[in-house]
């Protein structure tokens, strides 16, 4: 089945991480937990991390009874921010015909690219991880 927009599996592991912390803010939780809960590697979901904890939005504590944690409020992080930490900013100019520019100057999928993504950034931009964390609250 295709699928007109996608997200990278680096952002949603991201935004499912986040969320999942979110969820269990009473304890550090392990790389290992996390990668099993979401059915991730290890060693990609530890990139992911390393990426969340260099803009601040988890912490790492090492050592046998380490993990991570949110270092904001759920309430204080907008989904935005956590696709953005790993993918850059939204660029609403990409074409999903992955052509640079059509010839004729104006995009043969009109305004509705725009449009969409737009939309998308709103939504983003205006949901919190707080808004989500119940998805994990049992333990999925």
Do not use: W
């Amino acid at each position: 089945m295709a699928c007109l927009l996608r997200i990278s599996e680096a952002a949603s592991l991201a935004i499912h991480t986040v969320v999942y912390l979110a969820a269990h803010p009473e304890r550090l939780v392990s790389t290992k937990e996390i990668a099993r809960v979401l059915h991730a590697s290890d060693a990609h979901l530890s990139k992911v991390l390393q990426r969340l904890a260099r803009v601040g939005l988890v912490r790492s504590i090492r050592g046998p009874h380490g993990g991570f944690t949110l270092l904001k409020a759920p309430g204080k992080i907008a989904l935005l921010e956590v696709y953005e930490a790993i993918e850059g900013p939204i660029n609403s100019s990409v074409c999903l015909l992955e052509q640079p520019a059509c010839k004729q100057g104006r995009c043969v999928m009109g305004t509705i690219l725009r449009e969409i993504y737009q939309e998308v950034e709103k939504y983003l931009a205006r949901t919190t991880i707080a808004n989500l964390k119940d998805i994990f609250a049992s333990g999925r």
